[in-house]
């Protein structure tokens, strides 16, 4: 089975913690991006990545940062820098293309404790 | 990035017709609309997507104005896993990138 995978699901913070969100693709996609969700609003983009040791910001880079060693592997990590992590982090692929679609991951929500 | 102005929410009756409204004014010329939906606590599902004409498949249609100022996603029969958050997105053939604003929150009602 084809597909984006993200873990945990579930992932707790401690106040000057940095944490690394997972996500993996066997699809074959070129391309990567990390979104951010707050409740009961749109995706905002963090980072994406059109190939292989190579990324781009979005518009909410910072305290964020991101690696793409390997085509399969976009890990994002939250830092200490990010004052406000709480939320739904989604992680997507595609074919990179101009208007492509995009794959979503089911999600990784991650809680300040 | 060119927006998108959608109904905040909408409901409808199971099996009936769903016509869910997008405005894009500022599109350009290049812009593709795509339309994803959003179950609860899940990622995104990519629905359809157009450039000028109609498009059909299997989970919906898009009817696209002919000055493409604005288009309609239209769901011919809504059944209750129908009941989403949905995004009318605008995505530039330059940069790829998709740009969500709030959606519309349709409910089904049985």
């Known amino acids: 089975d084809g597909g984006i995978t993200q873990s945990p699901k579930y992932l707790f913070r401690k106040e000057g913690q940095n944490v690394t969100l997972s996500c993996e693709q066997n699809?074959?996609?070129?391309?990567m991006y990390w979104y951010r969700q707050d409740p009961g609003q749109g995706l905002r983009l963090i980072y994406y990545s059109q190939i292989v040791n190579d990324f781009q910001k979005g518009d909410i880079a910072e305290g964020y940062s991101v690696s793409r060693e390997k085509k399969e592997s976009f890990p994002l990590t939250v830092t200490s820098a990010q004052k406000n992590p709480t939320a739904f982090y989604l992680c997507?692929?595609?074919?990179?293309?101009?208007?492509?679609?995009?794959?979503f991951g089911p999600g990784t929500r991650l809680l300040v404790l | 990035d060119a927006k998108t102005t959608q109904p905040n929410s909408m409901e409808s009756n199971e099996e009936e017709p769903v016509h869910l409204p997008c405005n894009h004014s500022t599109i350009s010329g290049t812009d593709y609309i795509h339309w994803y939906r959003q179950l609860p606590s899940q990622g995104p599902e990519y629905v359809i997507h157009g450039l000028t004409s109609n498009v059909n498949n299997r989970m919906a249609s898009l009817a696209i104005a002919e000055d493409r100022k604005s288009s309609t996603l239209i769901l011919h029969r809504a059944t209750l896993r129908d009941a989403a958050v949905y995004y009318c997105i605008l995505v530039s053939s330059n940069t790829g990138k998709l740009i969500f604003g709030q959606g519309t929150t349709l409910q089904v009602k049985p």
């Open positions: 699809l074959n996609h070129d391309a």
């Open positions: 997507a692929s595609s074919i990179p293309g101009h208007h492509e679609t995009q794959y």
